[in-house]
């Protein structure tokens, strides 16, 4: 089975993240990049296939130079090489263009199967799957909380709200997966010391067949107009106890509609 | 600070570091307590190929070096659940055994000793011997193709968690006082062999023990090196095991200067961060500093030690070891201090280091003696003993 995972470095969401005052983009220059933690999952769940079913795992990611250290982070877990799209012409690019450039890109690698994080903890769209499912013809089976395959038959349970369906296609087949499908593993040792040898194959857009006026600001067909700090949290209410605390504490819970 | 360190190396960190973070000091604390071990640890480390970095590959290890397996200590340590047997299990048996075994020998233990599912304790120190290593009285006698090996050991770490123990000891032969030390794999459940708890205030999963070897029948391949290699083949193995022990105390440091940067940016009296006064933050600043300061030493003995050059590495060995013990010491201290009142408290989980950063100031070999091997080789002063 050949699998393609999706990976996308993004910056650390347990630390501070801004978007830029110019054009208001997310502030990747001054943050800790790191890959997107859904992107693990998905890692794990094609190296987890690729034990039980044999095949070739590959990683693809869509990114500036310093991606790089998020590829070989990923390639470090096991997979056996990556795909690289590097172009001064990306910068900007919305969903759309996105899925336009990873279709591209998947389309020369001709995986059974295209696994990815169910969303990016940057912009959180949740779209990619549904997108390059689209484009490429392929069956998108979203939200996975867990995946099973048998022969060319995929059956997935996808978690909803209330509780999963459970949905089945043929590959070739998108699948987006929540953290709840599996635990990452750790990189070994060995691991780390082979990721710098595996391949890297860096795709430019003319490489792709995709144009540059498809892509980045002027080829986006959306636009942040603006945007603005989440408002400071209010102070909340103090109750202070002084007999009556247990009245007062049921009074604000059912004045919030909480009881 | 960043260290001048291959990629693969401070990938090595991060990942050990996300491993580490997954057991924290709560674990730590809690096998320690409860008397239990910290085996789950170990053992995912030594899956993960963490604790054999530093063997050849031919032989199930990383192919690394010293200064890979320090790094994984000391990350482990700086997410709070440091494991004193790397300095014992890998560091010194395994380094042993890669340089002076058979490939006999080699086969049959390093493969277990790099991915953690076998662990060997390491025994030098004798009750009256102290750290003269001159005066070592366990003696091995010739027995046909074996040996008989008979004496006493004391503070050996994790002998119940080990299935044999590297013992240092001297050949019958060699009564004219000339230090000539042999190295021999013990088995734990040879007939005569023998152990004693010894009660300590550390806080630690790992235990020490007092070591009875009463006429202990050995085949001859039990015999590590060759008989007559002399102090070259103990050193290989005592240069790492100060190179882990620095790492090992650097990471304790290092959890402990975090805590205590975070309390005293957190803590509020009087509206203010207590990190905003300079009683606070100077003393902080200077651990951080000496901390830092013993990381690069240690750094630089292993890569002296990487590169071959086991003289060099000794001295560096020691004076990083002197530096990480002293800087423990105090970057423990002050983290509790910092912490007032909550520094000894249980759930701050710094007070449980108060004894265990001692350790680094005595152990493997004290601050004294490394001030002796100074003044007298690096100095070149007379001898003081």
Known sequence: MKIVVLVKQVPDSGAERNLRADDNSVDRASANNVINEMDEYAIEEALRLQEAHGGEVTVLTMGPDRATESIRKALSMG????????????????????????????????????????????????????MLAERLGFAALTGA?????????????????????????????????????????????????AAKKKPVDTKSLADLGVSADQVGWGGSATTVLSHSKRPARSAGVKVTDSGEGGVALVDYLSSEKFV | M????????????????????????????????????????????????????????????????????????EELGAAGCPLLLMVVSPAICATVLTRFGTDEQKRRWLPGLADGSRVF??????????????????????????????????????????????????????RTGRLKPVLFVVPTDAPGFGTSPIPTELVAPERQFDLFLDDIALPGDALVGSPDAGLMQLF???????????????????????????????????????GAHQAISHPLAACHIEVELARLMTHHAAALYDAGDD??????????????????????????????????????????????????RIAPVSREMILNFVAQHSLGLPRSY
Not at chain 2, 5 to 13: F, G, H, S, Y
Not at chain 2, 30 to 51: H, K, M, N, P, V
Not at chain 2, 247 to 270: C, E, I, N, P, Q
Request: charged fraction near 20%.
């Open chain 2, 236 to 274: 290989a193995g005592l240069n790492p095991e100060r190179i882990l022990a620095s790492a090992f105390a650097l990471g304790m440091a290092r959890y402990a200067l975090a805590k205590a940067v975070d309390y005293a940016r957190t803590r509020s009296v009087w509206g203010t961060p207590i």
């Open chain 1, 145 to 193: 909380r867990k995946l099973t395959v048998e022969g060319a038959q995929l059956t997935v349970e996808r978690q909803t709200e209330e509780g999963y369906e459970v949905v089945t296609a043929a590959t070739p087949a998108v699948v987006s997966v929540w953290d709840t499908i599996n635990e990452p593993r750790y990189p070994s040792f060995k691991g780390i010391m």
């Open chain 1, 79 to 130: 997979p056996d090489g990556a795909v690289h799209v590097l172009d001064d012409a990306l910068p900007g690019t919305d969903y759309l263009g996105t899925s336009r450039v990873l279709a591209a890109a998947i389309g020369t690698l001709s995986p059974d199967l295209v696994i990815c994080g169910a969303e990016a903890t940057d912009a959180r769209g949740q779209v990619m799957a549904h």
């Open chain 2, 121 to 174: 304790a390491f025994a030098i120190t004798e009750p009256d011997a102290g750290s003269n290593s001159h005066q070592l009285t366990t003696t091995a006698t010739r027995d046909g193709d074996g040996w008989r090996l008979s004496g006493r050991k004391t503070y050996i770490s994790g002998v119940d968690e080990a299935e044999a123990v590297l013992v240092v000891a001297r050949t019958a032969d060699e």
């Open chain 2, 2 to 73: 960043t260290l001048p360190e291959t990629d693969e190396r401070r990938a090595l960190r991060e990942a050990v570091s996300a491993l580490g973070a997954e057991y924290g000091h709560d674990y730590y604390v809690r096998s320690a307590r409860e008397g239990g071990r910290s085996t789950e640890l170990w053992r995912a480390a030594g899956r993960l190929g963490y604790l054999g970095v530093h063997v050849p590959v031919e032989y199930g290890g990383g192919g690394g070096g010293i200064g890979d397996l320090a790094a994984v200590c």
């Open chain 2, 311 to 360: 003289q060099a590495a000794g001295e560096a060995a020691n004076m990083a070891k002197y530096a990480a013990g002293e800087a423990v010491v105090k970057t423990v201290d002050q983290a509790v201090q910092t912490h007032g009142g909550n520094g000894l408290s249980t759930e701050y989980g710094l007070a449980t280091l108060l004894v265990a950063s001692r350790l680094g």
